[in-house]
């Protein structure tokens, strides 16, 4: 903490004096009034939450062009659910950076291989919007993820993944000369293992996004699952996080509904307003800002905590039956989000009471004391 001051605020006809006090994280600083004088104390003397550590940002899926697609469904043979003909998303093509207009990728690959990804675009509050589907060469190993390059998928008898891969290789390599050989596409993907680290048998992951006006939670359930496909299916093999969004694994699902309320309650957006850079409309990352908070590790003899594990997953029920009709509506993810929070106004009330005495009480306890709480 640096010095208080004194703020005059004016309105019309009318004035207060109301004390602020600038607390510092590194070298962003901030003003707050003493309403979260402890917690903001407990962040000025580096006090994190439990969970700084255990999330993680995801892959970094790009070019996108090389791994976001579509099902292509034959007119007379419609698909093959094993091994579906698949080609570049369009979503992939209308986002593509300038020297990536031009790629284009199709073909026929296993579909074990195929994936649910969450870039951030898809998140609202305690739920998601249609998934985007990609092609992956991954397969678990040790409850993680093994890459494969082309030639392991050719030993391996993947015809449709190693010509994929082949496929991508020659992009890589023709957009990207000398500097290819310095990272090749299987580094990109799997960049400070974004890919590989993730864990493939974990049940549920706990995601909020990197950047954005407003901070944005939800759970995703990662198995395999069925997607539809006109009047068939394909079957994938679950969900991966992308970089564009921060990662929590846990089997723990009263843990993961715990953690989603904490990062939707409004009082934690808040919080890290001031600590966010500024873009051309408003605050933008997010990061492990929140992380820097004294959020609580999850304890499930705890009233308050289980309370918000009950209203958590009352806000995901009611956010998962609207989100589906809210799509066929609007395009645009903020327009959505807006409604699943009206929708779910009442919870999240609740969630914001409940967090705002949580953190303010954590804020107090020694450092390292709640580790063991």
Partial sequence: MRHSIYYLKIGELRSRKQK?????????SFLE????ETVLKAIDRGKKSYYYESFTQGATIVPRQLWFVEPQVH????????????????RAIEKAKKEYEDVIVEGEVESQFLYLVVTGSEIAPFSTTKLPLVVLPIEPKGGKYHIIHSEEAKQKGYSGLYHWLIRAEEVWSGKRGEKADKMTIYDRLDYQRGLSDQRSRVKYRVLYNTSGTYLVSCIVVNKPSNVKVDSSSIRVSGVVADAKVYRYDTDDENEALFLSALLNAPIIDSLIKPMQSRGQF?????HKKV???PLPKFNPRKNEHMMLVNLAKRASEKASKIVPEL???????????QLVKAEIEEE?????KIVRELIVSEGELPDGLYAFL
């Fill in 348 to 352: 999240v009330l609740q969630i914001d």
């Fill in 282 to 286: 408003g605050e933008r990352d997010i």
């Fill in 327 to 337: 799509e066929k509506q609007y395009s645009g993810i903020g327009k959505i989000r």
């Fill in 291 to 293: 992380l820097e908070l």
């Fill in 33 to 36: 009034d003493l309403e979260f």
């Fill in 20 to 28: 602020f006090t600038e607390y510092a994280i590194g070298d962003r």
């Fill in 75 to 90: 007119p007379k043979l419609g698909i093959d659910p094993t091994q579906p003909r698949l080609k570049t998303s369009q």
